[in-house]
C-alpha cells in the first residue's frame, strides 16, 4: 500500500473532498487525522475508516484559532509521533459581493479560513517535518486561484494566495525533503456548490456542459489526484498547481 505506516492530517475531513481523501489515504495504509469541527460527521468519518480495517482519529478543530491548531498538531504527535502528509483542505465559500459590497466581517472571515489557517498549520507542521527528514503536502486551492470572476472577491483573493504560499513555501522548504503541492478543483459536487448545482439554468451550469467533461466532478475525484501527490509516484514534482476541474478552466 502507498501509505503505508504514514501519519496524514486532513483538514476539513468530515465531508466533501477532505472526507473522499481521508478515506482514500486509510484505504491505502495512511494513519489518518480527521480534522473539523463537527464532532458527530469527524466521528463518523473514523468508524468508517475503522470498519474498512483503516486507522484513524478525530480532533475537532478550528482551523481559525491558534490554541486548536496547536492542540491538533500535539494530538497528532501524541497519537502516532511524526507528521509523514498533511492535506490543507479546510476552506468556506463567500458570496459574490463586489468591493462595493462586501461586509469587513465577510473578508476577515473568508481570508482567515482559506489563507491564514493554512499558513498557521504549515507553519506548526513544517518544522515537524523537517526534523523528521521530510514530508508532503498538498494546498486544496481553487479554479478561484487562477482568474477572477470564479468566486467572490475575498475568495478569490484568498486562492489565488494559496497558490502563492505553496509556490513560495516550495522554494523555501524543498531543499529540507518538504515536497509541497496544490490542487484547483474545478465545479466539484459538494455542499459548498450544492445550491448552484441545483439551478439548471445557473452560469455556472451553462459551462459545465461546454466543458469537456461535460458533467461537475466527485469528491473521489479530487482525492485521487491529491492521494498522487503525496505519493512516491509524484517525486519529482515541487510547487505544482494540478488542475481538476474536467476541463472547466481552458476556455
Known amino acids: 500500500m502507498r501509505f503505508q505506516d504514514q501519519t496524514a492530517i486532513v483538514t476539513g475531513s468530515t465531508e466533501g473532498i ?7 489515504l486509510a484505504s491505502e495504509g495512511a494513519k489518518v487525522v480527521i480534522v473539523g469541527r463537527k464532532e458527530e460527521a469527524g466521528n463518523a468519518v473514523v468508524e468508517a475508516i475503522k470498519a474498512a480495517g483503516g486507522e484513524a482519529f478525530f480532533q475537532k478543530t478550528d482551523v481559525t484559532s491558534a490554541a486548536d491548531l496547536d492542540a491538533l ?13 498533511l492535506v490543507n483542505n479546510a476552506g468556506i465559500g463567500g458570496s459574490l459581493a463586489n468591493i462595493d459590497q462586501i461586509t469587513d466581517e465577510e473578508w476577515d472571515k473568508v481570508l482567515a479560513t482559506n489563507l491564514t489557517a493554512p499558513f498557521q498549520v504549515l507553519k506548526r507542521v513544517i518544522p515537524i517535518m523537517e526534523k523528521d527528514g521530510g514530508g508532503k503536502i498538498v494546498n486544496v486551492a481553487s479554479m478561484a486561484s487562477t482568474a477572477a470572476g470564479r468566486g467572490g472577491i475575498a475568495y478569490t483573493t484568498a486562492k489565488h494566495g494559496v497558490l502563492g ?5 516550495s522554494l523555501d522548504h524543498g531543499h529540507n525533503g518538504i515536497r509541497i503541492n496544490a490542487v484547483l478543483p474545478g465545479p466539484i459536487d459538494t455542499q459548498m456548490i450544492a445550491r448552484v448545482l441545483a439551478i439548471p439554468q445557473h452560469p455556472v451550469n451553462l459551462k459545465i456542459k461546454m466543458s469537456p467533461s461535460g458533467r461537475p466532478g466527485q469528491p473521489e475525484e479530487v482525492a485521487q489526484a491529491i492521494a498522487f501527490l503525496v505519493s512516491d509516484e509524484s517525486s519529482f514534482i515541487h510547487g505544482a498547481a494540478l488542475g481538476v476541474d474536467g476541463g472547466y478552466t481552458i476556455f
Not at 73 to 85: E, F, L, N, P
Not at 165 to 169: F, G, K, M, N, S
Open 18 to 24: 477532505g472526507k473522499a481523501t481521508a478515506m482514500l
Open 73 to 85: 498538531v500535539a494530538a497528532t504527535i501524541d497519537h502516532y509521533g511524526k507528521i509523514d502528509i
Open 165 to 169: 504560499l505553496t509556490r513560495q513555501v
